[in-house]
């Protein structure tokens, strides 16, 4: 049988870390960017004795069947769950929550596991797992830390009920077990056909519907829904899909939000860099004109869409998002795979700007965004350093320990992709986070290469 052991001191008492793992969303927060998992069925109650976890894991072309079961509750103190199906003999982990005082604790995973191997590969594949392990544990260690830490800087407001749209989308998944994770309910907005919950508020924007009286007494409103731009040309029938996915589900959700008795204090909606056009070297903030073309028009609409809600008195943010940096989707995730073959390399000229920022600073800027009242109108939620695509193209590369040496022309953009992939990876902006700034927002990977380490796992 084989010990492994992480322990590390934490900015919250033990009750609190132990509360934060016991909440809806915890075990979607401690999964690393980097290892792809689905979760197949969940039965019994949170981590409470008898309940049973069922997930897939994805090593590769290879996926692993994972049931766990949770025993040994004792809450403010420990649980474990133990595998009772998957790729190990034995798997018990223990998770231990232990006291220091009332405002710090230390968080103690410990696994007994045993491999189910000859002894020659034991020894091989120990090592191995040993290695995979410390990174995981480091991961999830420095997650909740986190977590907890911005969690705490509004704990004094209580928990709110906040609703979602989008909550399926890149942002919206992480965004929802982050708020769930720190006590927060989250209310989704369901279209169909998907089926709602009993917390859920249906709507169908393309039909016009929105179940208005269950958006009475919110705090807050968070609208992330959009249809992808990055997916397929733009032509004629496409960019009226777009339009409508943005502009009239802004117009509907801001329109019934006016018209509520008791409105939510804030209504958060993504807008895009796009805003900006192409302006090349052109150092752009908030206060900068928006651009030309599709996409800045595009933006322009979206963002006069929640008009309603602020002539209403409700305060509305546009957070402009540019390059969002996640391993499961967007850019990086299409990246990735390529990049991994040693088939990555620049873009066109390599010289136009790309405005990035990592998701959980995304997820962090949105939480801030909530709670802070100096953030109103447009908020450009980007890291403070922008890069070219060759400077993005030679860390990403160099994370991945493979050469950067097949670029992709322009003409084959032009041609592949139209004018999608013309406005998306040939053209850019400098865009600057100067309100953010100006709050003193806590980036937690304002630096590239930090960014997509904590993505990649390297």
């Known amino acids: 049988?084989?010990?492994?052991?992480?322990?590390?001191?934490?900015?919250?008492?033990?009750?609190?870390?132990?509360?934060?793992?016991?909440?809806?969303?915890?075990?979607?927060?401690?999964?690393?960017?980097?290892?792809?998992?689905?979760?197949?069925?969940?039965?019994?109650?949170?981590?409470?004795?008898?309940?049973?976890?069922?997930?897939?894991?994805?090593?590769?072309?290879?996926?692993?069947?994972?049931?766990a079961l949770h025993s040994g509750y004792q809450e403010g103190r420990q649980f474990r769950d133990e595998q009772i199906q998957g790729p190990f003999e034995v798997w018990l982990h223990t998770h231990r929550f232990l006291p220091e005082n009332d405002e710090t604790s230390w968080?103690?995973?410990?696994?007994?596991?045993?491999?189910?191997?000859?002894?020659?590969?034991?020894?091989?594949?120990?090592?191995?797992?040993?290695?995979?392990?410390?990174?995981?544990?480091?991961?999830?260690?420095?997650?909740?830390?986190?977590?907890?830490e911005r969690h705490r800087r509004y704990s004094a407001n209580g928990p709110q009920t906040i609703a979602l749209s989008g909550a399926s989308g890149l942002v919206g998944r992480r965004l929802s077990t982050f708020l769930s994770t720190g006590g927060h309910a989250v209310r989704r907005l369901v279209r169909p056909p998907a089926r709602p919950g009993p917390q859920d508020i249906r709507w169908n924007p393309n039909a016009g519907e929105l179940d208005a009286w269950a958006l009475e007494g919110l705090d807050a409103v968070v609208h992330l829904a959009g249809e992808n731009v990055a997916e397929g040309r733009w032509t004629k029938a496409r960019k009226a899909d777009l339009r409508a996915s943005r502009i009239e589900s802004t117009r509907l959700l801001s329109q019934a939000l006016a018209g509520l008795r008791r409105k939510p204090r804030v209504l958060i909606c993504a807008s895009a860099v796009g805003i900006y056009g192409d302006r090349g070297e052109t150092p752009l903030d908030e206060r900068s004109a928006p651009g030309e073309g599709f996409l800045a028009e595009l933006c322009q609409a979206w963002e006069a869409a929640a008009d309603p809600a602020r002539q209403a008195g409700i305060r509305v943010v546009h957070l402009r998002l540019g390059t969002v940096l996640a391993r499961e989707g967007g850019a990086l995730g299409k990246l990735a795979l390529p990049f991994s073959l040693g088939l990555g390399g620049r873009i066109g000229n390599g010289r136009q700007a790309i405005s990035w920022m990592a998701a959980e600073d995304v997820v962090g800027a949105i939480y801030?965004?909530?709670?802070?009242?100096?953030?109103?109108?447009?908020?450009?939620?980007?890291?403070?350093?922008?890069?070219?695509?060759?400077?993005?193209?030679?860390?990403?590369?160099?994370l991945m320990s493979r050469p950067a040496l097949l670029p992709l022309p322009a003409l084959a953009v032009k041609l592949g992709l139209g004018e999608m992939g013309e406005a998306l990876l040939l053209k850019g902006g400098r865009v600057h986070p100067a309100r953010l700034q100006a709050v003193g927002f806590p980036y937690l990977y304002g630096n590239l290469q930090a960014a997509l380490s904590h993505e990649l796992g390297v």
């Open 1 to 67: 049988m084989e010990v492994f052991t992480w322990r590390s001191a934490m900015p919250a008492s033990a009750a609190e870390v132990f509360a934060w793992h016991a909440r809806p969303g915890a075990f979607e927060r401690l999964m690393p960017p980097w290892q792809r998992h689905r979760i197949v069925e969940r039965t019994g109650t949170g981590i409470l004795d008898g309940a049973r976890s069922v997930f897939e894991l994805a090593f590769g072309p290879i996926r692993v069947r994972w049931v």
């Open 368 to 398: 801030q965004a909530l709670f802070d009242p100096r953030l109103a109108g447009p908020v450009n939620a980007v890291a403070p350093q922008p890069v070219t695509n060759a400077q993005f193209t030679r860390v990403l590369a160099r």
């Open 107 to 148: 968080l103690e995973d410990h696994v007994a596991y045993e491999l189910p191997f000859s002894p020659l590969s034991h020894v091989m594949a120990g090592r191995l797992l040993g290695n995979m392990l410390e990174q995981v544990f480091r991961f999830r260690h420095e997650r909740i830390r986190n977590d907890l």
